[in-house]
């Protein structure tokens, strides 16, 4: 009976790794260096315009702006380096990387702040509600490919972050999908934002970076000079 099921499990593992290895090389190929050439400190909504606040929307942001000029509110993903959490994130003025190993899953890496984010592959999005006593900065994410599109959604995220360095709010209702593609090369990342609480309805970002191949990742801690950032139009030097 032992060996039976060792051969069993054995099969299982091979028909998993043939699989993966299937996909693999199927999947279109993100991988790398990217980097941003321009920054803007407040996030910019698709087809342009101001997010869509609601009122309870507005009151929040109200709050957080004058707390972060008066000080009686800090900036901690600048001032501890805790995570940006999205869509903040993706407007980070500093390279990332882009991991498609092991199959089944796709890995950011980000210079800024040591921030990864995990998206398993073909899973099925969790319901909030089984997910509020884990609430994470960079939320819950999974992915699948829609041909050339990468599309991840997320939900589960604390809200503990700004969605933009202006303090730009969100509730832990908040959901997001993207949808990344090359454009040659270089990388669009289009994301649909989905905030009930706060806003009065969806709205969307666009995030373009080129690939930087030539480009390592560098070391990063909050306070300490960082690398130059001249080549990223709207970065205050």
């Avoid at 060792?6 to 299937?22: E, Q, R």
Wanted: proline share 5%; hydrophobic share 40%.
């Amino acid at each position: 009976m032992t060996n039976i099921r060792v051969a069993g499990c054995g099969v299982f593992i091979a028909a998993v790794l043939i699989a993966s290895a299937a996909y693999a090389a199927d999947a279109p190929d993100l991988s790398g260096t990217y980097w941003a050439t321009v920054y803007s400190p407040k996030i910019q909504v698709l087809g342009g315009g101001d997010p869509p606040l609601n009122d309870a929307g507005k009151v929040a942001y109200a709050k957080i702006q004058a707390g972060l000029k008066d000080g009686s509110i800090i900036d901690k993903a600048r001032k501890v380096c805790v995570p940006d959490g999205v869509p903040r994130v993706l407007a980070t003025p500093y390279p990332f990387e882009i991991f498609q190993i092991p199959a089944d899953q796709v890995t950011f890496v980000y210079e800024m702040n040591h921030q990864t984010r995990t998206v398993v592959m073909n899973r099925p999005l969790p319901q909030l509600e089984t997910l509020i006593t884990d609430l994470k900065y960079q939320g819950h994410s999974v992915g699948r490919w829609e041909g050339e599109y990468l599309v991840i959604e997320s939900t589960g995220y604390n809200d503990r972050t700004f969605m933009d360095a202006t303090g730009l709010p969100h509730s832990e209702s908040m959901s997001t999908v993207e949808r990344i593609r090359k454009l040659g090369n270089q990388l669009e990342d289009v994301i649909t934002i989905h905030d009930p609480e706060l806003y009065t309805r969806d709205w969307l970002a666009r995030f373009v970076y080129d690939e930087r191949n030539d480009v390592r990742l560098e070391d990063y801690a909050c306070n300490d000079a960082h690398r130059d950032l001249s080549s990223v139009r709207g970065v205050q030097h």
